[in-house]
């Protein structure tokens, strides 16, 4: 439900930002703080999560749109079968839909909730299957644990990144894929070093905060 | 030397070299370096992360948990007692009136609403009206809110439906009249999904309840 809404919050933000910085003797000029695409997701975030507890299906499948892909992600990443991932996510979805209730947005984040659940639901998974392999009732190993705060981690920090917009998007690819250095980045999307300076500051604090909030309790 | 300057910070965690003396701060300042290292270690997850790491679950999956959340046996528990606040529960047991002070504060506390889906109404044939739909929860209530100028002037109503992507099917949800803001409850457990079509019809005073197939304005709730 959301993604349509959220392209065009986006796209009137890259071109507002177009026209911005669109004029030669404009770009010479260092705005200081640029525009901020991510922050119109977070908004929608906010207003998804405060309506959760008490919303009906039509909020919960907006729920769903938004953050199915991180919980299936991590149980795919972890679990490494699409199929038994698939069974997780309805799982942990179901869960929520029915306890949604004692989710209070003041105590903590809608995704930490979810990524809390997730855990749980994938460790009864690895724990099913610790079982299976060996009928004769001896607990299970303590196998899925580093892997499942491994996939937590790359997961949330990959949803967060999709979310950046652009240019930040653009920026911290090339920072972190191509290892440019902020000159080369500058250099390559024709923006001012301070522009590219602090869009890395800001972007990298954002997946920083956002991490710690979401990763809940390891 | 003075603290780095935060933009610094975040360039020499994703590995652009210091100054010297940068170096030599980073070393002894543990404020700096704490600060260092909380970007570094998120800076060393996203270097790390494919293009292909987050995929959306197969569609069926959605179909499986609306079925199962259906059902009618699966029952939102009340509040859990987690929200519950002990104190509430102690000062119940040695005899306070806490019926009156709660049902105080849930009366006084104003409607939260909350969109969750919104879409533009474009006017259909020869009409010029526009608007807009959105769906709101208003405590916990899901509501269709319409908001048309321009309307037409007529000598019956204005009808407010919700209709199958192909039209096969419809839900009457209330009237609106001209320059009015309707605020229409949706019936619970209608799925979106399968009326996203907003539409607004002018209906005659002749007593069918059916669609009189004058839509003036439409929009597709985004799925």
């Known amino acids: 439900m959301k993604t349509v809404e959220q392209g065009s919050i986006v796209r009137l933000d890259v071109e507002r930002q177009a026209r911005r910085g669109g004029g030669a003797i404009m770009s010479m000029v260092e705005p200081l703080e640029p525009a901020d695409p991510a922050r119109d997701a977070d908004a929608a975030d906010a207003r998804l999560a405060a309506a959760f507890s008490t919303g009906g299906e039509p909020t919960f499948a907006a729920v769903y ?28 979805f179901v869960s929520a839909w029915r306890s ?4 209070d947005p003041a105590r903590g984040s809608l995704p930490g909730w979810l990524v809390t659940i997730t855990r749980r639901r994938v460790a009864d998974h690895l724990e099913r299957r610790t079982r299976q392999a060996d009928p004769t009732d001896t607990p299970p190993a303590d196998t899925g644990h580093a892997p499942v705060d491994e996939a937590v981690d790359r997961i949330l920090v990959a949803d967060e990144l999709a979310r950046l917009g652009e240019p930040p998007a653009t920026i911290l690819r090339l920072a972190f894929f191509d290892q440019l250095t902020h ?21 990298l604090e954002r997946l920083r905060d956002r991490w710690e909030v979401d990763r809940g309790a390891l | 030397m003075a603290h780095c300057d935060p933009q610094t910070l975040s360039l020499v965690a994703i590995g652009e070299e210091p100054t010297a003396e940068e170096a030599l701060h980073l070393v002894t300042c543990d404020e700096c370096r704490r600060e260092w290292e909380s970007l570094r ?44 606040a002990p104190w509430l ?9 806490v019926g009156g002070v709660t049902g105080a504060v849930v009366m006084s506390r104003p409607a939260p609403s909350t969109i969750v889906a919104s879409v533009p109404l474009e006017p259909l044939a020869d009409y010029s009206a ?3 739909a959105s769906v709101e929860v208003v405590d916990g209530t899901e509501m269709l ?11 019956g109503y204005f009808e407010v439906w919700l209709l199958a992507s192909d039209a096969s099917s419809m839900i009457a949800l209330g009237t609106l009249g001209p320059g009015e803001t309707a605020k229409l409850p949706l019936p619970a457990g209608i799925s979106l999904a399968d009326y996203p079509v907003v539409d607004i019809s002018v209906e005659p005073y002749d007593g069918d309840p059916t669609h009189s197939t004058d839509s003036v304005v439409r929009g597709t709730l985004p799925a």
């Open chain 1, 65 to 92: 749109d938004r953050w199915s892909p991180l919980v299936y992600s991590t149980a795919r990443r972890v679990l490494r079968d699409p199929h038994e991932a698939a069974d997780v996510t309805q799982e942990v």
């Open chain 1, 100 to 103: 949604r209730a004692t989710f």
């Open chain 1, 183 to 203: 000159a080369e980045i500058a250099e390559r999307v024709q923006l001012p070093l301070g522009t590219v300076k602090s869009h890395i500051r800001r972007s």
């Open chain 2, 41 to 84: 270690a998120v800076a060393d997850v996203a270097r790390d992360i494919n293009d292909d790491e987050l995929m959306a679950p197969p569609v069926h999956v959605w179909a499986a948990i609306s079925e199962e959340i259906a059902e009618p046996s699966n029952v939102v528990p009340m509040r859990s007692r987690r929200g519950f």
């Open chain 2, 89 to 97: 529960a102690v000062a119940a047991a040695i005899g306070l009136v």
């Open chain 2, 130 to 132: 526009t608007g807009n």
């Open chain 2, 145 to 155: 809110s319409v908001d048309v100028s321009d309307l037409p002037s007529t000598d």
